[in-house]
Nanobody
Framework: QVQFVESGGGLVQPGGSLRLSCAASGNIFRLYAMAWYRQAPGKQRELVAAITSGGSTSYEDSVKGRFTISRDNAKNTMYLQMNSLKPEDTAVYYC?????????WGQGTQVTVSS
C-alpha cells in the first residue's frame, strides 16, 4: 500500500512563501504521476498542480506563475513551492497520485495566509 505524509504548512502573510513536502512510502514512487490538491472548509477538494513520472507539470489557473511542483524520485518526495501567497490560498493541502489513481487521503497540511 502507498501512503503519503504532507508537511511544511503554516501561517504566512500575504505575499509570503512556503514549501510543502510530500513523503511517499513504497518502492515504485518514481513510476507515479503525482499531484497536489487543496480543500478549504465548505468547499470541494480541487487539483492544484500535477507532475508526471517524467517531470512534466501542469497547474490550476489561479496558481500559475506562483506555485512550482517538483519531485525527487531518489528521495520518494514531492514538493510544492508556493510564492506570492494570497488569502484565497488558505486550505488544507494534500498530496496523492494523479491521473485518477488517488489512494486514501492522509491528514494534509494546513496553509493559512492572513495579515
Amino acid at each position: 500500500q502507498v501512503q503519503f505524509v504532507e508537511s511544511g504548512g503554516g501561517l504566512v502573510q500575504p505575499g509570503g512563501s512556503l514549501r510543502l513536502s510530500c513523503a511517499a512510502s513504497g518502492n515504485i514512487f518514481r513510476l507515479y504521476a503525482m499531484a497536489w490538491y487543496r480543500q478549504a472548509p465548505g468547499k470541494q477538494r480541487e487539483l492544484v498542480a500535477a507532475i508526471t513520472s517524467g517531470g512534466s507539470t501542469s497547474y490550476e489557473d489561479s496558481v500559475k506563475g506562483r506555485f512550482t511542483i517538483s519531485r525527487d524520485n531518489a528521495k520518494n518526495t514531492m514538493y510544492l513551492q508556493m510564492n506570492s501567497l494570497k488569502p484565497e490560498d488558505t486550505a488544507v493541502y494534500y498530496c496523492n497520485r494523479g491521473l485518477g489513481y488517488a489512494a486514501s487521503w492522509g491528514q494534509g497540511t494546513q496553509v493559512t495566509v492572513s495579515s
